[in-house]
Each structure stands twice: as C-alpha cells, then as structure tokens.
C-alpha cells in the first residue's frame, strides 16, 4: 500500500523557519520525482517544489524561490521541505505527492501527480 506521511508543520511567526518532512512507503521510491504541494482555505492547491528521482534537479514556484529548499534521502525513503523567511501568505496545508510515471526527468515540476498524503498544517502568524 503507497503511503506518504507528512510532518513539521505548525505555527511560526513571520521570518521565522519549519522543516517539512514526507515518509514514503509501499513503492521503489528512488524511482519517482516526489513534490510539496499546498492549498490555502478557498484557493486550488498549487506546486511548491519538485525534485526529480536521484535528487540533482530541484524545481520551485516563484513563491518558493530563495526561501524554500526541497531535498531528498533515498536511502531513507523521505522528501524535505526547508522553509525559511516564512510570511502569513505561505499559511496553507502542505502536502508531499508522488508522481507518475517511474522516469527519469529534468522537469519533475511537469509530470503529473496523482498521490497525495494527507498533508501537514503550516500556520504564519504573529
């Protein structure tokens, strides 16, 4: 059974940092490009950052850019989202997600993803 499983979230105050994590399980996770999504109360959820599947290509929204670092450990079948200088509009729920299919790609940002965990909150306010 795929399972991903996020943690990290919580309340932080403007400018302040939360690391994110994803713990996989139930497929070859060294195969997939993996991803954070978010969705804010009343917008569409949207990508924050992708990393393709041997972790050398990481692509990040425009929100994300400079702020934000997405890593992976194959080894340890988890995805990470570092995320500093926080602001109230990065308040969403995040989400890690698996993409389909298997392959090798320097976009991961523009594969398809059909799997979400259930997400993590992530609260930005003073």
């Known amino acids: 059974e795929v399972q991903l499983v996020e943690s990290g979230g919580g309340l932080a105050q403007p400018g302040e940092s ?8 139930g497929f070859t996770f060294s195969s997939y490009s993996m991803a954070w999504f978010r969705q804010a109360p009343g ?6 950052a992708a990393i393709n599947r041997n972790g050398r290509v ?18 340890k079948n988890t995805v990470s989202l570092q995320m500093d200088s926080l602001k109230p509009d990065d308040t969403a729920l995040y989400s890690c997600a698996k993409a389909e299919p298997p392959s090798y790609t320097d ?20």
């Open 58 to 75: 990481p692509k990040y929204a425009d929100s994300a850019k400079g702020r934000f670092t997405i890593s992976r450990d194959n080894a």
């Open 43 to 48: 917008k569409e959820r949207e990508l924050v």
């Open 107 to 126: 976009y991961p940002q523009f594969q398809p993803y059909h799997f979400w965990g259930l997400g993590t909150q992530v609260t930005v306010s003073s």
């Open 18 to 25: 939360l690391r994110l994590s994803c713990a996989a399980s």
